[in-house]
Nanobody, 123 residues
């Protein structure tokens, strides 16, 4: 499956953005999905994930209460709604898909990656 992430941009602290990740080639409904992010000079880190059936979702502590992952398998698209953004949320955000049934926070278990979309939060 090919993934394309979009929706990043520049936003002030406290603002919101919604990222989208469109799948093509295969139905995204076959995969558990997640969002990761990578800030300059830092490792890529897990942000939020959802299993293939959308029955469970899980979040990094930094995202809990502010970010929401969702998916629309009919549209072959995954979303990340980000509210109450902080400057430390500034990063390139990547969507990813895995065949691990319930999903995983381990980036090395993700087989497919989108190209990333930049989110910049100004203070």
């Amino acid at each position: 499956v090919q993934l394309q992430a979009f929706g990043g941009g520049l936003v002030q602290a406290g603002g919101s953005l919604r990222l989208s990740c469109a799948g093509s080639g295969r139905t995204l409904g076959r995969y558990s999905v997640a969002w990761f992010r990578q800030a300059p000079g830092k490792e890529r880190e897990f942000v939020a994930g959802m299993d293939w059936s959308a029955s469970s979702s899980y979040y990094a502590d930094s995202a809990k209460g502010r970010f929401t992952i969702s998916r629309d398998n009919a549209k072959n698209t995954v979303y990340l709604q980000m509210n109450s953004l902080k400057p430390e949320d500034t990063a390139v955000y990547y969507c990813a898909a895995t065949t691990v049934l319930g999903g995983t926070t381990n980036r090395y278990q993700y087989n497919y990656w989108g190209q990333g979309t930049l989110v910049t939060v100004s203070s």
